[in-house]
């Protein structure tokens, strides 16, 4: 039994008239008068289905292949030919098609072949894979992931896992999940009348990590070039289209590398990245251009070439105060970017990527390195059409008596910090990262709206099912 | 400036008499009282140092260069020349040595030159990537994972990610982490006097997730061929060398796979990761022939061409029994096979990987499909050298009505696994797939014996620092 493929036959790599056996699911089904039913069979492989003939001397003809509906699972065993149809250029004359499973009560199955909304398809995620839509997030989805991979890897970074569950809290901001197997009706408390998180499972209060970047930067003050990909969290309750409990960051980390040096890095991963979607999802960029966003694949291929605006954060301010009366609030220098900042940066003033430098350190986070001025560190960010920030970095401040400066300024505890102060104490030296925020980069690939399509099973506030 | 990587010069990249920079940190300094000192210098790019001659002509030799001890971090710019030493093929001779980050008390820097233990390491678990062991480590983990993500796409697998914080229970076993933003000092309790969940992030209560399994099932039988490579959470108060309370897994699952298809599957799999860790990593795993265990390369080796053994639980049984007196517990049909067993098998009887098929369904997971003898389930173990089990894998039950049989045999409610339920209502597929202990699999490379090591910061009761 030569198993193929939908994937295999559409790119023309199984030779026409050779009998092959798919294994999929019905698309769809028409019964032609003429005494044969064409089936539309997909199995993910690809956006595309195969269309299969069959003819009504199959013996389970009238008993099975007539009562096919949408989603029934088959194998179907037949010859490839050259379709005489417009908009394919193979099919398959069936000889045997085995109905492996079947559809209860079609009338009732949730994702029949009509139009559903992207809000009906979230409250049914299990079956949502199955659409043309989510199908094609998942194809992408993987490819973007791959190139990172391949983009970190053929330049000799190393990937490493960084905690999930943690004591510390990377950003000193950000709300987090508590992680615990204490027993509620069970609580211990000290004599100051504190639950006692010593009977905890780890001695102590824990929680789920908000970013690797602290643990990263041990890994890369020790073999150079290093990057994680994985799960954090925020425990924030903001229901937006931008926001996710739980997602998906790429964190690299490189040793000697100065701030100038990681812009360098992040444009050309992001280059990387949006040429790999193109050489091998064009079917699938194809999917989202006719259905959500007809610029996808134009702005993919422009940006791949083109070299990113990078502007002062001062410089940033001086262009949204001469605009400022599309805002909601005053700008004046100072200002942490919203939203609506970011985008109008990105898509209205310079229409293609912007990375702006050199923030205000009092918006931002204690590891960031002080610039010269004393008043901004070295960060930046990546704002793009559509997202706002894809990527947030900077250069980390290797110097230990300015990074106790700042941990003292932020009111943090020194003792909290004990073990990554030690970096500093330990053969210093400069060094640089970035975060890029898995789900946004799908989303901007795809152009769709809401993270909410763009990761498998989305978790937000009251929302768990699956 | 020409920065290049250790590595590169020791694979010969870099031409003889050019001028290069190098970045990273000092292993160790011999002065040679013919006017020149001897620097080994490693970045982490391979295990290998390179040496660097510095002479006492340079001006800052006396003041900084004789000063430099372990770790302190440097970029040295000089020339590439073959080396007389028989150890090495290339050494630098400097023309710069621009001393970066100095090191604090040398004579109490955790990890100085000398030896120390694995037990000493995990408590400066922040230091330890700068060790050859931690950072071979590191760079295998690395190839590991990467030829895992390859091995898959490159055979039609999607990469997907399956939630980690989840409200179900994979295994209907195993004690997990709570996830929840209550505040212990402000529980609500409902009329029956139980926690009042509704107030919780998601609305309900939430754990961290053991397994991907059941969502990858539904992209399974939507996409056909998934994996994930996740993290998963055991609150497991076991202390042992063999178990981390948080740990990677790799979940392939396949739709239309049977149990040997599988089996196959989890072979080749196998069999690629080693070719490629053997391909690429030569150098480290040297280093832990020469430090911690000499097998490691021949019994990769071997294993990368020989055929696995397979063997059905039943018969293994009878292997076991006939060696009975071996063991703590008497051996019986229908018993759980524990590590003294499973380590048996695979080291003393058959002393190579082996495969046990059909385990007594009374001690495997309800979603395993149960054979026509109703007593055993398509279920296999992959059985290795000093790790025992590394891969667990089943047929999936696809026939609902077996599944509810199933379900209700093990007093687990229906409606807990509706969604579930529902991929076996729509075009259910026989579908297969396995977990394979990403740890575990790094354990077994390296010849640690303690997964303690094989991860950058692990996570045990009462252990979470860092």
């Not at 890095?265 to 091998?280: D, G, N, Q, R, T």
């Not at 350190?361 to 070295?378: E, G, L, P, Q, S």
Request: net charge positive; aromatic share 12%; proline share 3%.
């Amino acid at each position: 039994m030569n198993v193929v493929s939908v994937v295999d036959i559409i790119q023309n790599k199984i030779i026409v008239n050779s009998k092959v056996t798919i294994q999929g699911w019905v698309r769809n089904r028409r019964d032609s008068k003429a005494g044969f039913s064409f089936l539309t069979i997909y199995d993910g492989s690809c956006n595309k289905s195969i269309q299969v003939i069959v003819n009504n001397n199959l013996s389970n003809y009238k008993t099975e292949v007539l009562l096919l509906t949408t989603a029934c699972s088959v194998i179907i065993t037949g010859i490839i030919k050259n379709s005489p149809f417009q908009n394919q250029n193979f099919e398959i004359k069936a000889i045997k098609v085995n109905v492996v499973g079947w559809v209860k009560n079609p009338d009732t199955y949730p994702i029949s072949a009509k139009y559903h909304t992207v809000e009906y398809l979230r409250e049914v995620a299990h079956l949502r894979p199955r659409t043309s839509l989510i199908g094609a997030v998942a194809r992408i989805r993987h490819v973007i992931a791959q190139s990172i991979h391949r983009f970190f890897s053929d330049q000799g970074y190393f990937w490493i896992t960084t905690p999930i569950i943690t004591a510390s809290d990377t950003e000193g901001a950000g709300e987090m999940f508590r992680v615990s197997t204490l027993n509620y009706n069970e609580l211990y408390r000290n004599g100051k009348n504190e639950i006692d998180f010593s009977k905890d499972f780890f001695g102590r209060e824990a929680f789920l990590s908000v970013s690797g970047q602290l643990n990263c930067e041990a890994y890369a003050t020790a073999i150079s070039k290093v990057y994680t990909f994985g799960p954090v969290f925020r425990a924030e309750n903001s229901n937006t289209s931008r926001h996710l409990a739980e997602f998906w960051m790429i964190e690299p980390e490189v040793a000697f590398a100065t701030l100038s040096d990681i812009i360098v890095i992040a444009e050309k991963m992001l280059k990387y990245i949006f040429s790999e979607v193109l050489h091998k999802c064009l079917d699938d960029l194809n999917f989202f251009v006719n259905n959500f966003n007809k610029n996808v694949i134009s702005r993919l291929e422009k940006i791949k070439d083109i070299d990113f605006i990078q502007i002062e954060y001062t410089d940033a301010i001086k262009i949204l105060k001469k605009h400022e009366n599309f805002f909601k609030k005053p700008i004046s220098w100072g200002i942490d970017f919203s939203s609506e900042h970011e985008r109008y940066l990105t898509e209205c003033y310079f229409k293609i990527p912007v990375i702006v430098k050199n923030y205000p350190k009092d918006i931002k986070a204690f590891y960031m390195r002080i610039n010269k001025d004393k008043k901004t560190v070295a960060s930046m960010d990546v704002l793009m059409q559509d997202i706002g920030e894809i990527i947030g970095g900077s250069q980390r401040e290797e110097r230990l008596d300015m990074l106790d400066i700042r941990l003292n300024e932020m009111n943090i505890k020194k003792e909290n910090y004990k073990w990554y102060r030690d970096l500093r104490s330990y053969g210093t030296v400069p060094h640089s990262g970035f975060g890029v925020g898995f789900e946004r980069l799908v989303a901007y690939v795809t152009g769709l709206k809401n993270l909410r399509e763009v990761i498998p099973f989305p978790r937000t506030p009251k929302n768990i099912d699956f």
